[in-house]
């Protein structure tokens, strides 16, 4: 401490994380059903056998389950290292994380737009150089748009309910 400045780091909220990052593999095993032919980024990393299932609903729900977590676990992850908690501060972190999201999926709407507009050092970063692949061969759909909405307002609310009492503001 020096002076009235405390220069130790805030606690991080490794609860949030650990849910964070076992319901990135819980939208993983829906990848696995929903990705035929290997365009998903981080999937082409790992040697893993494409899941077939001929049930109506696991295929229904490989569809739009990625895109409810994906906000959902990135509100989580953000909101585990944000040193201080209240409804405004979950509010702006949910709905960053929704208009992030929405912004891909709307760029998928308008794929020669978002294309053209992507820099070219993109190319050289990486998880960046995978920008124009995601909208090429990304399709839009109505429903992914909901899942987003539902996956942020569900992060939301989980953030309230579990919200830590000594970091409150």
């Known amino acids: 401490m020096i002076g009235d400045f405390n220069l130790t780091m805030p606690p991080i909220n490794y609860k949030r994380i650990f849910i964070g ?10 990848y696995l059903f929903k990705s035929q032919d290997r365009i998903i980024y981080f999937i082409k990393f790992f040697d893993l056998p494409m899941l077939e ?4 609903t696991i295929k229904i729900l490989s569809n739009h389950i990625p895109d409810m977590i994906h906000p959902f676990v ?13 409804k405004k501060m979950f509010l702006l972190i949910a709905s960053f994380w929704c208009i992030v999201n929405l912004f891909f999926e709307i760029g998928q709407l308008f794929k020669t737009t978002f294309i053209s507009r992507i820099p ?10 995978n920008t124009e692949s995601f909208f090429v ?7 992914d ?13 989980f ?11």
Request: glycine share 4%; charged share 10%.
């Open 137 to 143: 061969n990304g399709t839009f759909d109505v429903f």
């Open 120 to 129: 070219n050092i993109f190319n050289s970063i990486p998880f960046l150089e």
């Open 21 to 30: 990052v076992l319901c990135l593999f819980l939208a993983a095993i829906f």
């Open 145 to 157: 748009i909901c899942a987003t909405v539902l996956g942020s307002v569900m992060g939301y609310i």
């Open 53 to 56: 299932t001929n049930c109506i």
């Open 159 to 169: 953030l309230l309910i579990h919200k830590n009492k000594k970091n409150s503001r």
């Open 74 to 86: 990135f509100i989580l992850l953000t909101s585990a290292l944000i040193p201080f908690e209240s």
